[in-house]
């Protein structure tokens, strides 16, 4: 009963504070996180926070790779770029190399149907101009129906659950986080295109501290810098 009532406290104040805004995140320049798989560490994600008046701009890069025994099984490189006016979306762009496979996606807001319209790998069309690009450093993607795959565009249709508030060290920081539970909504997905993944947020400053995830290991994201 306490978590049922802590779930329905911390939805209510999602949603009548300025939860949402990218503007929260106006004292943010850089965000670097450090990649483990079983718990050892294979790379990086950065975030770079550029501004110019009215205009946000996040540019993204991804590294990591799987090695056993000095050979190479799995290299992931990615770029992103993802634009906001006043606060508002605008256009998503990204180039992902998976091993010898190169996926993409472009998104952009189109002001005369009030949609996304999508060009990627996975998916092309218009899309609920709601939805979300699935890059975990913005909090408002605990509100949405449905996120957009940063990779190649896929529309996937989630679950969010709020699991609890809970302590967490990394380094030597201790993090009071909001824990939420991302799952698809279709269970007739196959498992490998399923999403199930925990996400942790600092509980007052709505920063994303870490991510985990089963997926042929145990994959987690962990803050590492922040400016």
Known sequence: MKKIILSITIFFLINTQSFGHVEH???????????????????????????????????SEVSFKIT??????????AKSEENYEKGIFKSYFSKTKQNKKDKYVNIRLDTNIDKLIIDGSSYKGEANKDFIVGTWWN???IKKKAQISGISGRIIEQKVTFVGKEEIK???????????????????????????????????TYLWVRAAFEKTGYWEYRIKKVN
């Open 139 to 141: 909090h408002e993607i």
């Open 25 to 59: 995140y106006a004292k943010y320049n850089y965000l670097e996180y450090e990649l483990f798989r079983n718990n050892n560490s294979i790379g990086y994600h950065k975030y770079d926070f550029k501004r110019d008046g009215d205009n946000l701009s996040i540019l």
């Open 170 to 204: 990394i380094g030597d920081k201790i993090y009071k986080t909001l824990r939420f539970n991302f799952k698809s909504s279709d269970e007739t997905l196959p498992d490998n295109k399923k999403l199930n993944t925990d996400i942790w947020y600092e509980e007052n």
């Open 68 to 77: 056993k025994l000095g050979v190479d099984l799995y290299k992931y490189f």
